[in-house]
C-alpha cells in the first residue's frame, strides 16, 4: 500500500526513523495531555472520574511518557536525518515540562463541565496497548500496517468522540428520562435489579442486543438515516481503529434507542457498568485486524469474521446484529461461510467523502442520488 511505505516524506521501513517519530509523537502527546489534565482539571477531565484517580501513579505515567518521547524523538531524527516528528515530540515535552510537567500543580478545580481529554488518554493508551500488539502478533492483513490509509481520519473520530464523552453521555441517557417514564413501573423494576449480577449482564446483553439490531437495519434501511451510518461503512480497511468511525449522530441516536428498555426495564448499576466495559473492549475487537478462526463462537457472541462481513463490498445488509450472532440466523440476515473473509470492504462507488469534517457534514447534505448500501 503505497501509503505504508511513505507518509510525511519518511521512509516507513523499521529503524528509518518513521516509527520512532511516530512513537515521539504519540508518547509525547499522551504526557503532554496528562499535564494539561493536571493543569486545568475543571476543563478537561471527567468530573465524576476524578476522585477515581490514583494520582501518584498517573504522575509516575506522564513521567515516563515524557521521558521516552524526547528519547524517541531524537532517535527519530538520529535514524531519518528529517525534524518533523522528532521535533513534534520534543516541542511538546518541552512545553510540558515548561507547564511544570509530571509534578505540575493541579489546577483550581471548578463545576465546569467541557470535554474529556482525560477519557481520550486513558482509552487510546489502552486500546492501542491491546491491540496494536495483537494486529501485529495475529494479524489477518499482515501488509495492512497500523498507519493504513484513513488510519487519520479514525484518529480523529476517536479523538472528538471521547472528547465529547460528557455530552454524549448526556444525549444518550436524558430522551429514555424524558419520553419513557410513563413506561417505568416500581415493581417491575425491583424485580429485574434484585436479580443476580451475572444475569442481568446476560439479559443486558440481550435486551441491548434486539434493539441494537433494530436500529441499525433501520440506519441501513432509510435513505437519510443510511447517510449517517454510511460514513462507518466508508472503511475500507479493518482495524481496532476503525471501530472509531462512527458518525456522532449514527452514535448517539443508536446508543439511545438502545438503552430506553435497559432505563425503563430498571437494570442495576454493577451490571450496567460490566456491560459498559464488555462493549467498549468487544465493539473494538470485532472491527480488528485478527486472524483468529472462534469456531465454536461462530453462533455464541460475535466474532472478528462475523462482524467483518457486516463491512464487506459484497454481500451487503447482513450480519446486523452487535453482540448475538443468531439473532441474524433468526431473522434471515446472517452471512458467514465457513472459514472464508470478505475479498474487500467498504461501500461500492466509494460515495463517502474522507476526512473527518467531511464526513461530519456530508450526511447533512443534500442527497443527490441515492448511495447503495453496503
Ligand atoms: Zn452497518
Ligand atoms: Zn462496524
Redesign the pocket.
Known sequence: MALAERSLGYDTRFGRGFISGVFAVALAALGFGGVLCLRFPSFLTTPDARALYPLDLIRFLIHLHLVAGFGLGVLSIVLSRRALLGLTGIALVVTATLLGGSQAPIGTLGGTRALGLDWFLLNILVLAMLFVPLERLFARLPAQGIFRPGWLTDLLHFGVSHLLVQLTVLLTLVPAALFFKWAVHPAIQHAVASQPALLQFVEIVLVADLSEYAV?RL??AVPWLWRF?AV??SSEAMDWLAASRIHLVDAVVTRALAFVPLYVLGFAPPALYAYLVFVSFHAVFIHANVRFDLRALDWVVVTPRFHHW?HAAHPVDKN?AVHLPWLDRLFGTAHLPPGRWPDAYGIAGRPVPEGYWRQLVWPLQRARRRPSPG
Open positions: 441499525h440506519f441501513h451510518h462507518h461503512h457486516h446486523f
